[in-house]
């Protein structure tokens, strides 16, 4: 595996664990934040999976768009674009004012994000 590809898994890794940890809080759990580090861990394992075939990508938090590009080494993913589609809303929605993240809504994210890493994880052989 690519050194830089490999880089994008250790930072998804490390916000797959930030959202667990925030969604399993005793004591002030911050749901935006798990939210927000479900879609982020997800960004980044396809940003690694675009890496490690060498194509090109812009700067961009829409997952989406992200799968569109990985979707000719890995067609299958497409079944998870539900899931993606809604987790791209995460990027943003719960990181200012006016609306919070729910338990359950923490919890469809960090669920989504955990099923599309699995896959990811396998195909990668990780």
């Known amino acids: 595996m690519k050194t830089c590809a490999f880089e994008w898994i250790e930072k998804a890794e490390a916000d797959f664990t930030s959202a667990q940890r925030e969604y399993r809080a005793r004591k002030s759990p911050n749901f935006d934040a798990a939210c927000f580090f479900s879609q982020q861990c997800i960004e980044k394992y396809l940003k690694a999976v675009l890496v490690e075939h060498s ?9 989406e768009v992200l799968l569109d590009l990985a979707l000719p080494w890995h067609p299958l993913w497409e079944a998870f674009r539900p899931a993606i ?6 990027a943003v929605a719960f990181r200012y004012p006016g609306e919070s993240a729910s338990r359950d809504i923490a919890r469809t994210a ?7 890493r699995g896959q990811i994880r396998t195909d990668l052989h990780l």
């Open 55 to 63: 194509a090109d990508f812009t700067k961009t938090h829409d997952l």
């Open 85 to 90: 589609s809604e987790l791209t809303s995460f």
């Open 110 to 116: 960090l669920n989504n994000a955990s099923r599309v």
